[in-house]
């Protein structure tokens, strides 16, 4: 691309090219600016985004609520408790058996 430039304009305005373009480019950022404060599209953006993150805020509280792991957990091991348990008692229960 600057090799381009450089052909097309010529090495001694290629600085006054290059210039210009920066001014140009800081121009058109300008004017971009000031149709989003005109139109209120700065604003617009602001709420639009500050909206997105309460959004995300509820869900992840909602998600942590709704999270039933640790219940689960739990009435796992006591139903493995509740097992090993009953195990126990027909072991000692056929011992008790086969000792008759």
Do not use: H, Y
């Not at 290629?14 to 700065?42: F, N, S, Y």
């Not at 805020?57 to 796992?76: C, N, V």
């Amino acid at each position: 691309m600057l090799l381009i430039a450089f052909l097309v304009v010529g090495p001694k305005d290629l600085p006054k090219v290059a210039r210009w373009l920066g001014r140009m480019v800081k121009r058109i950022r300008q004017l971009i600016q000031e149709v989003k404060q005109e139109t209120g599209w700065d604003e617009f953006e602001k709420e639009l985004k500050d909206t997105k993150t309460d959004v995300d805020q509820t869900f992840s509280d909602l998600k942590k609520d709704m999270d039933i792991t640790p219940e689960l957990k739990s009435a796992s091991q006591e139903l493995n408790n509740s097992l090993n348990g009953v195990k126990k008692d027909l072991k000692q229960a056929e011992k008790e058996v086969n000792q008759k």
